[in-house]
């Protein structure tokens, strides 16, 4: 069981920067593979980024690559997504998730994944 928490959300222009955070409780938060998601008005959940366990494999979707970082502190039980040259296109609320697969590789549906945070609102301006 773990419980997520995200926070970091918020209103920024075109170009602009953001990086959002999600703390997680649990004994073990090495044990489980993080993944970001975002939802926009009227669209599908889609896949952003994810982060293996020990932090070293990395993956993104195509639409935030060169853009966007995902990283994760073990020590703090927190994962990051670093969020940089943003577009209202990016605009959505987002999402942290853990899955408990010891198996899985890209990990880019949601169904792979069993906990989720409540969400943080990104928007950018045009």
């Known amino acids: 069981q773990v419980q997520l928490v995200e926070s970091g959300g918020g209103l920024v222009q075109a170009g602009g920067s953001l990086r959002l955070s999600c703390a997680a409780s649990?004994?073990?938060?090495?044990?489980?593979?993080m993944g970001w998601f975002r939802q926009a008005p009227g669209k599908e959940r889609e896949f952003v980024a994810t982060?293996?366990?020990?932090?070293?494999?990395?993956y993104y979707a195509d639409s935030v690559k060169g853009r966007f970082t995902i990283s994760r502190d073990n020590a703090k039980n927190t994962v990051y997504l670093q969020m940089n040259s943003l577009k209202p296109e990016d605009t959505a609320i987002y999402y942290c998730?853990?899955?408990?697969?010891?198996?899985?590789?890209?990990?880019?549906?949601?169904?792979?994944?069993?906990?989720w945070g409540q969400g943080t609102q990104v928007t950018v301006s045009s």
């Open positions: 998730a853990a899955s408990r697969s010891v198996s899985g590789q890209r990990m880019i549906a949601p169904s792979e994944y069993d906990y």
């Open positions: 982060i293996s366990r020990g932090g070293g494999s990395t």
């Open positions: 649990g004994r073990t938060f090495s044990s489980y593979r």
